[in-house]
């Protein structure tokens, strides 16, 4: 079955480089996604890879995907105070079945300190 | 922009009581979506409506039902509420089934079973 591993907390300092990490096991995995969860919110799509990528940037964001090794990163540069919250890897499900639900890990919490 | 709305935001019942949580997106959205949030196990599906008139379960629909009241409303209603549903609850939609339909989620609802 699938199953999404996050670490559970990183601390940076603001203005230093954020990197979380993911690994799944679904090898069949189509697309890989990062969301942002702010305090008392649901949750936004950040970004999203493809799995015939290897990298992914979108203005701060960096996604690299190693698919050999089924890991995801998310590097966040220049990482501000606003950045803190909790950061969840999710991967899509059986695309040939039409049935569109996505696998969540258990999140990173990002504490930004000043 | 209200997106997807839920309610109530915050929600106590005792053991076997029944409710409703209530969800409503006002974005056009074909497919709807019903999360519960853990600590320490991200979000896990219990149902989706990929579209109006259509339900199906998730990875954890025991102990819950779903109606798909129009294109809008999609709720979910604990018959017999146990403490094992503690949890907050999020509703999401997206566009369609497809892969790069992004979800957009509600802000959630806390539910405290005693």
Known sequence: GEDVEQSLFL??????SSVINCTYTDSSSTYLYWYKQEPGAGLQLLTYIFSNMDMKQ???LTVLLN????????RIA???????AIYFCAESM???????????GSGTRLQVQP | NAGVTQTPKFQ??????SMTLQCAQDMNHNSMYWYRQDPGM????IYYSASEGTTDKGEVPNGYNVSRLNKREFSLRLESAAPSQTSVYFCASSAGLGLLSPLHF?????????
Not at chain 1, 11 to 16: A, K, N
Not at chain 1, 67 to 74: E, F, N, P, R
Not at chain 2, 12 to 17: A, I, P, R
């Open chain 1, 78 to 84: 220049d990482t501000q105070t606003g950045d803190s």
């Open chain 2, 42 to 45: 991200g979000l896990r599906l």
């Open chain 1, 58 to 60: 979108d203005q701060r």
């Open chain 2, 106 to 114: 509600g802000n959630g609802t806390r539910l405290t079973v005693t």
């Open chain 1, 67 to 74: 698919k050999k090794d089924k890991h995801l990163s998310l």
């Open chain 1, 11 to 16: 601390s940076v300092r603001e203005g230093d």
């Open chain 2, 12 to 17: 106590v019942l005792k053991t076997g009581q």
């Open chain 1, 94 to 104: 059986s695309p040939d079945t039409g049935r569109r639900a996505l696998t969540f």
